[in-house]
């Protein structure tokens, strides 16, 4: 089974600061993904960032980056430079990578950027 | 590319009455669509993966004769609440990948209210 962890409710920074949201897994599958998507409050799933589990080098998209540590089962996401439209809900989420497996989500995190 | 477009985005319906809310691929063929459904401030839970061709396969606790599933081609999927109740009132999404190691697009969800 697999199993994502998300231990921070909320999280608060001020614009242009970096903030780490954090995420551990645990999983049985050899070959996985992890994820990360954006929901703000109209509720749509934005993709932000994803990282393969054989991949050696941690993704980066922009002011996204994700800091993957297979060893410890962590993929926290790094977000540079905050910005006020950054204010969401932060959910991470793995999915085995066999075809027709979905994707299992964390709790969330509640990111508030103020100015 | 890979758009996901889901409707109604919000439904109101009386207490014993179906809803239907459909979730179509636009772009993109899709074997296999997952639909979810999210009570407020908490997380995404699957409920049911819907392959094209053949029966939806739910996830432990969600009662299939309530929430029928139909995936009759590559690019629609539909989902039935049927006997709606106020506790069924919630957001509901689909979502479909473009393939194993891509993320899940999402549609703009459905917010179901039962009164």
């Known amino acids: 089974a697999q199993k994502i962890t998300q231990t921070q409710p909320g999280m608060f920074v001020q614009e242009k600061e970096a903030v780490t949201l954090d995420c551990t897994y645990d999983t049985s599958d050899q070959s996985y993904g992890l994820f990360w998507y954006k929901q703000p409050s109209s509720g749509e799933m934005i993709f932000l960032i994803y990282q393969g589990s054989y991949d050696e080098q941690n993704a980066t998209e922009g002011r996204y980056s994700l800091n993957f540590q297979k060893a410890r089962k962590s993929a926290n996401l790094v977000i540079s430079a905050s910005q006020l439209g950054d204010s969401a809900m932060y959910f991470c989420a793995m999915r085995g990578d066999q075809a027709g497996t979905a994707l299992i989500f964390g709790k969330g995190t509640t990111l508030s950027v103020s100015s | 590319g890979a758009v996901v477009s889901q409707h109604p985005s919000w439904v109101i319906c009386k207490s014993g009455t179906s809803v239907k809310i459909e979730c179509r691929s636009l772009d993109f063929q899709a074997t296999t669509m997952f639909w979810y459904r999210q009570f407020p401030k908490q997380s995404l839970m699957l409920m049911a993966t819907?392959?094209?061709?053949?029966?939806?396969?739910?996830e432990q606790g969600v009662e299939k004769d309530k929430f029928l599933i139909n995936h009759a081609s590559l690019t629609l999927s539909t989902l039935t609440v049927t006997s709606a109740h106020p506790e069924d009132s919630s957001f509901y999404i689909c979502?479909?990948?473009?393939?194993?190691?891509?993320?899940?697009?999402f549609g703009n969800g459905t917010r179901l209210t039962v009164t």
């Open positions: 819907s392959n094209e061709g053949s029966k939806a396969t739910y």
């Open positions: 979502s479909a990948s473009t393939g194993v190691r891509s993320p899940l697009h």
